[in-house]
């Protein structure tokens, strides 16, 4: 994404912050800080992107917002991650992994498995950051043998409506086929035997 979208998209987020805490919507009050503290990370500005970032923690927490929670609190341990303060980076990762852990989120858990894992190379601890790159790679291989299992039963439920949808219209067809037999076995009892002698 180019400076010049970057600045669009910091105009409209702006925009979308005054008007959802003039309506008094914290869920749009929460995903617009949170959008607000990406955009002014990627223009490089750590103290406004901390700023809302934090915001986006404060009502996400007030509100219960724990999907919001865990995904901003991983976005600030980012941050300080490219600060190369790692004792908060380690905090707020830790605490997103707990929430992800708490809510069942297999792909937030996953993400932040590789986010320790940048984190404990930067600090040159390899031992410890091998140990979250397993993890990283034992849950990305758990969530495609879970898409691969969702994906299997339901092309076996798509199988078996079909095969369920073919032998109903074999039934069908064989219901016509003796009816029609039937009908023609009727008519032909009621045929004379002969045409009459002449």
């Given at each position: 994404?180019?400076?010049?979208?970057?600045?669009?998209?910091?105009?409209?987020?702006?925009?979308?912050?005054?008007?959802?805490?003039?309506?008094?919507?914290?869920?749009?009050?929460?995903?617009?800080?949170?959008?607000?503290?990406?955009?002014?990370?990627?223009?490089?500005?750590?103290?406004?992107?901390?700023?809302?970032?934090?915001?986006?923690?404060?009502?996400?927490?007030?509100?219960?917002?724990?999907?919001?929670?865990?995904?901003?609190?991983?976005?600030?341990?980012?941050?300080?991650l490219n600060l190369k303060d790692f004792p908060h980076a380690q905090t707020y990762y830790e605490n997103?992994?707990?929430?992800?852990?708490?809510?069942?989120?297999?792909?937030?858990?996953?993400?932040?498995?590789?986010?320790?894992?940048?984190?404990?190379?930067?600090?040159?601890?390899?031992?410890?950051?091998?140990?979250?790159?397993?993890?990283?790679?034992q849950s990305k291989d758990r969530m495609i043998n879970e898409t691969k299992n969702l994906q299997s039963?339901?092309?076996?439920?798509?199988?078996?409506?079909?095969?369920?949808?073919?032998?109903?219209?074999?039934?069908k067809q064989n219901n016509k086929i003796q009816t029609i037999t039937s009908n023609a076995f009727i008519?032909?009892?009621?045929?004379?035997?002969?045409?009459?002698?002449?």
């Open positions: 994404m180019s400076l010049k979208q970057h600045k669009r998209a910091l105009e409209c987020f702006l925009e979308c912050f005054r008007l959802f805490t003039q309506l008094g919507d914290n869920y749009g009050l929460t995903a617009a800080a949170g959008n607000l503290g990406d955009v002014y990370g990627r223009l490089e500005d750590f103290a406004k992107s901390l700023e809302f970032l934090n915001k986006a923690v404060q009502i996400a927490r007030e509100n219960n917002y724990k999907e919001f929670l865990c995904e901003n609190l991983a976005n600030i341990g980012t941050h300080y997103a992994l707990d929430i992800a852990k708490e809510i069942a989120n297999k792909k937030t858990e996953s993400d932040i498995y590789e986010q320790l894992t940048g984190l404990y190379t930067a600090r040159e601890d390899y031992k410890t950051a091998m140990a979250y790159y397993k993890k990283f790679v039963i339901e092309l076996q439920e798509r199988y078996d409506a079909e095969k369920r949808t073919r032998e109903i219209d074999t039934l008519a032909d009892a009621r045929l004379p035997t002969s045409l009459g002698s002449s």
